[in-house]
């Protein structure tokens, strides 16, 4: 005669960690990732390796690679001895106009996210930063507005 002993469910009382256990490292889950930074949508002004409102001066022979724009200035000065490549100047243009608008928009979206390193008055060299939102006042900001350097303020 052979005897088989089935396997038995676990009790509701044997349960209840578990369950509450998934529960909590579910929220904990949802909480990091709303505090995850998301990154902006740079429309056109992603291809601009500098951009500028009014006014850009260049002296010596620098070598910018990518787009060159201003708007609504139209001031550029130092091309030549400077050179684009990979690009094009734009000045005050509708590209330029643009670009400054989807610029505009990427930091609306940066600064309505919470800061949660606050780097203000550290030595930045040799640093190497992950995917964030950053704080950095100058001295004389942090000065004025102490609330600014609390992380995770709006």
């Known amino acids: 005669m052979t005897i088989t002993r089935g396997v038995r469910a676990p009790s509701r009382r044997t349960r209840w960690p578990l369950i509450l256990a998934t529960g909590l490292l579910t929220t904990l889950a949802l909480a990091i990732g709303a505090q995850a930074a998301t990154a902006p949508t740079l429309g056109t002004a992603s291809s601009f390796a500098v951009l500028a409102g009014s006014t850009v001066t260049n002296t010596g022979p620098s070598v910018i690679s990518g787009d060159l724009g201003v708007s609504p200035g139209s001031a550029v000065t130092g091309f030549p001895p400077g050179t684009v490549t990979g690009g094009t100047i734009h000045a005050n243009d509708a590209v330029a106009a ?57």
């Open 98 to 154: 643009q670009a400054e608008l989807d610029n505009g928009t990427a930091y609306t979206s940066l600064a309505g996210q919470a800061c949660n390193t606050n780097l203000t008055g550290q030595d930045l060299g040799g640093l190497t930063l992950t995917a964030g939102v950053y704080l950095l006042l100058d001295q004389r900001a942090a000065d004025r507005n102490p609330d600014a350097q609390r992380p995770g303020r709006p």
